[in-house]
């Protein structure tokens, strides 16, 4: 997942992307990712003299980034070589992100169903730090004038897509995740944390979200949890629409909703279920 942002932070990457950015002096976060994106099958082992030509940077600096990488796990140095490659930070980070590109593509006929019955705009997300983030969507027929896009970060905590997954954590993630500058996006937004916890524990209890215009004005969502082999959520589904046609029809939408995280969740199990049976 890590990744797939980057590449939409930055832009192109490699040799024409360093090019096409020569002009500029880049930031510390910018040289650290050409510096791991130099690694490659052809060269999985870089020097600081080596790295210092790529990145068009010091010695020094390149000495610096190496070591801070390397605190972090993200490469390790070879004694006898003196050389760095690729650490185990990398591989976690790898797994996470093919795990999250198989839920993407097990969601989409799910989320196709969930659009065509309900008529709304349907999503999944996941959550990152204090933000949840759209993996996919599928536009209403209605052509309803939504702002929101793949890759797209909005707060957690005014969120249906975002409430939904944060319910389930644990007390101590809650308790970071509301620590963030709760701002009042509407008049219906929930700033207060006791409040909203109170809400996380009806969203348990019901195991759906609705955000009647929390977040924008006059859109109105509902959301369902979606769970991984450990039974834990790590992803929701939902659907957006204007308050105006949803909230009268909400009764019908809800089970279709819940419908649509069971079956996602239920996809994800079978399909780990059975990589581990390979194994």
Known sequence: MIFFYMERILGETGPSGREKMSHRTN??????????????????????????????????????????LADENFIVKNRETQKYSLGLSILELTNTVTEQIHIIRESIPILQRLRDETGESAHLSIIEDTNVIYLQRLESPYNTPLETFLGKRNPVYCTGAGQTILAYQSESEMDRVLACDMKAHTSYTITDTDRLKAKFAQIRKSGFTISDQEYEKDFFSISSPVYNKENSVIASMSIVGPVQRMKPAKDSLIDKVITAGRDLSKVIKQRLASVNRKG
Do not use: C, M, Q, W
């Not at 050409?34 to 010695?59: C, Q, R, T, W």
């Open 27 to 68: 930031t510390s976060l910018e040289n650290a990712l050409y510096a791991l994106k130099s690694f490659s099958g052809n060269n999985p082992e870089l020097g600081v003299s080596e790295l210092s030509k790529k990145l068009d940077i010091g010695v020094s600096t390149a000495h610096r980034l190496l070591a801070s």
